[in-house]
């Protein structure tokens, strides 16, 4: 009936481009068609002759869309156009924020035992017999129907997840989530969709998303599991490396109650969700051929070299033992140290900030060494739905609450970042349109509400509030004007509260002397920065940039030296361990990167 009311509605449509090198995999469709099914009309994904339903998650993977493949999206009904607007918005969030997982570079060590080459998942050296993946089925006692099972299966992904909500990884149990309930939608018994998941897999198979049919049969696995058909994964009791074609995701959680010391695995890719979280694991890892690996003999599995030593010499055992115990020590000595100050060899000090996205990173910065957040980016308060002033408060004050030193960047969408919620003009170039900064004279509520809340969550607690996209004196002194009608209107005193931009715009090159009259510090957003200069979108599917370019140190030497105010970087070439070296000698003394690379930032820098 649906159908055909939203027959005497016009077709609207629009084309996406896929800029991911991973394609549109399991965890954004799985966010995309979650969003798709709020909206009270049809949507429908096309590629070439074909064209499924995108508010289905496996009909949206059936197109195995890779990169560079353009789709169109066509909506049809009562909200067609908010439907529209908001996915398209949303889709080009989740090509941005979609990480490309890159090949690790190989170190080279020698060994005069016969090697295997493959690729590195998880660096690391591991010493051990090799053991082939057993499982063995086990047949319990079963009172649940096929509903029942279905229904604890989606149960069991929902308490996964949510034990998880901290972990980067945490999407694999919310997309599985998804898969399986679009998937018990079209079956009603074990047989239908043992069935519908080999058809669906048979659709991946030798493309790009090929890894993800293991996702299909975990899920499957799960189900038999609760329907009482365990499939026991036998592992051995001693030390061992296993050998397999792959793994189900579900299986690397087993992995850590085990003497496993290495896996190796044949089939898989570096951008399956069995590789992501065996690199979470930290378990050396690497996809190999493994039909020449001899059985329970002690083999060498290096993945700083990304090399198996098949009948290693004691000499080979040595040098392997070497390269682990460094290994440890350097890891060791590096995290023992990420509480201490980063100083050069010159003596000079370098605060070592974090860029922190919501409270779990915060709390994941402090136990990493953070000596403050140097970028606290408020977007992840600004979701699917738009926060009240209550949870902006509360979210601020907890992650203020951890340390004494924190710049928090006000809200910055447009371009590659949108929100359903904030209707902004559809733009030939968003990149060069109203995204951050220019928000105060669109949006002018939203970051009246946003400023509110910090104000209040500061309380008198010192705080840095910095505007980004700032391209002209007149847009800064704008913003800090408007900042402080906010406070004055709502009675609250600011003195304890610092203000600053991003310089991220090349216009602001030309004016630095002239910011240094009303502003407190500046953060260097290199990302940005570098593809404006450039000219290029960061997230292009075939141009790109060279991020360390002698152009972009000539410009960073340029702010270093204009300026009399604190200046950062926040970028993501503060974390970039060939460049710390340089930016600290063109005279940066803030450096602000992920949780993850804080210790590993300040041992680079006590040796600069």
């Known amino acids: 009936m649906r159908f055909f009311k939203n027959l005497f509605y016009k077709p609207l449509s629009t084309q996406l481009t896929v800029t991911s090198s991973s394609g549109f995999h399991l965890r954004p469709v799985a966010r995309f068609t979650s969003l798709?099914?709020?909206?009270?009309?049809?949507?429908?994904?096309?590629?070439?002759?074909?064209?499924?339903?995108?508010?289905?998650?496996?009909?949206?993977?059936?197109?195995?869309?890779?990169?560079?493949?353009?789709?169109?999206?066509?909506?049809?009904?009562?909200?067609?156009?908010?439907?529209?607007?908001?996915?398209?918005?949303?889709?080009?969030?989740?090509?941005?924020?979609?990480?490309?997982?890159?090949?690790?570079?190989?170190?080279?060590?020698?060994?005069?035992?016969?090697?295997?080459?493959?690729?590195?998942?998880?660096?690391?050296?591991?010493?051990?017999?090799?053991?082939?993946?057993?499982?063995?089925?086990l047949q319990h006692e079963n009172t649940l129907t096929f509903k029942d099972a279905i229904e604890k299966t989606i149960k069991n992904l929902e308490e996964t997840y949510n034990a998880q909500k901290e972990s980067s990884n945490a999407d694999i149990y919310l997309a599985q989530n998804a898969l399986l309930s679009a998937l018990a939608d079209k079956c009603d018994t074990l047989e239908a969709l043992e069935a519908v998941v080999a058809e669906e897999s048979s659709k991946l198979q030798d493309t790009k998303l090929s890894a993800k049919i293991t996702?299909?049969?975990?899920?499957?696995?799960?189900?038999?599991?609760?329907?009482?058909?365990?499939?026991?994964?036998?592992?051995?009791?001693?030390?061992?490396?296993?050998?397999?074609?792959?793994?189900?995701?579900s299986e690397i959680a087993l992995l850590s109650d085990t003497q496993v010391q290495g896996v190796i695995l044949k089939e898989t890719s570096?951008?399956?969700?069995?590789?992501?979280?065996?690199?979470?694991?930290?378990?050396?890892s690497l996809i190999a051929d493994t039909s020449g690996v001899p059985l329970n003999a002690d083999i060498i599995l290096d993945s700083f070299s990304g090399a198996v030593v098949l009948r290693p010499s004691s000499q080979d055992i040595q040098t392997a033992k070497d390269l682990q115990n460094k290994h440890k020590k350097d890891k060791a000595y590096s995290a023992a140290k990420r509480f201490e100050s980063a100083q050069t060899t010159q003596g000079k000090f370098i605060k070592v900030y974090a860029n922190v996205a919501d409270v779990p990173s915060a709390k994941l910065a402090k136990e990493e060494g953070a000596e403050g957040i140097g970028l606290l980016?408020?977007?992840?308060?600004?979701?699917?739905?738009?926060?009240?002033?209550?949870?902006?408060?509360?979210?601020?004050?907890?992650?203020?609450?951890?340390?004494?030193?924190?710049?928090?960047?006000?809200?910055?969408?447009?371009?590659?970042?949108?929100?359903?919620?904030?209707r902004l003009p559809k733009e030939a170039n968003p990149f060069l349109g109203v995204r951050g900064v220019r928000l105060f004279q669109t949006h002018p509520d939203i970051l009246s509400e946003q400023l509110h809340a910090i104000f209040l969550a500061a309380s008198k607690k010192s705080i840095k509030?910095?505007?980004?996209?700032v391209s002209t004196v007149k847009e800064f002194v704008y913003a800090k004007q408007f900042a402080l009608d906010v406070a004055s209107k709502h009675q609250l005193s600011i003195d304890n509260i610092l203000f600053g931009m991003m310089i991220e715009v090349p216009s602001t090159l030309f004016t630095l002397a002239e910011f240094d009259a009303v502003v407190d510090f500046y953060s260097v957003g290199t990302n940005d920065l570098t593809q404006y200069l450039f000219a290029i979108e960061r997230t292009h599917p075939t141009l790109s940039i060279d991020t360390r370019s002698p152009i972009l140190f000539k410009t960073l030497a340029h702010i270093v030296n204009a300026v009399t105010k604190p200046v950062s970087i926040c970028g993501e070439l503060a974390s970039d361990t060939k460049a710390i070296p340089e930016l600290v000698n063109l005279g940066f003394t803030t450096l602000s990167v992920t949780p993850k690379g804080i210790a590993q930032t300040k041992e680079i820098i006590r040796h600069v």
Request: aromatic share 8%; with cysteine; hydrophobic share 40%.
């Open 270 to 284: 570096i951008n399956s969700h069995t590789a992501i979280l065996l690199r979470a694991s930290g378990i050396p």
């Open 377 to 422: 980016r408020s977007e992840f308060l600004f979701t699917e739905q738009r926060p009240s002033l209550e949870v902006q408060t509360n979210a601020y004050r907890e992650i203020f609450s951890f340390f004494d030193d924190v710049t928090v960047r006000t809200l910055d969408v447009g371009g590659d970042k949108a929100l359903p919620y904030i």
């Open 36 to 137: 798709a099914k709020s909206f009270s009309c049809d949507i429908t994904a096309s590629l070439h002759s074909k064209s499924v339903d995108a508010k289905k998650v496996n009909a949206l993977l059936s197109l195995s869309l890779e990169k560079n493949d353009t789709f169109t999206l066509t909506t049809q009904g009562k909200e067609a156009q908010k439907a529209l607007t908001a996915l398209h918005a949303l889709f080009a969030t989740l090509m941005h924020d979609d990480v490309e997982v890159t090949t690790l570079t190989k170190e080279h060590t020698h060994y005069k035992g016969e090697t295997l080459g493959g690729d590195i998942i998880t660096k690391g050296v591991a010493i051990a017999p090799a053991s082939a993946y057993r499982v063995e089925t």
């Open 215 to 249: 996702d299909y049969q975990d899920i499957l696995q799960q189900v038999k599991t609760a329907l009482g058909l365990e499939v026991k994964v036998i592992f051995p009791k001693h030390d061992f490396i296993l050998l397999a074609n792959d793994l189900l995701p």
């Open 465 to 469: 509030i910095m505007f980004p996209m």
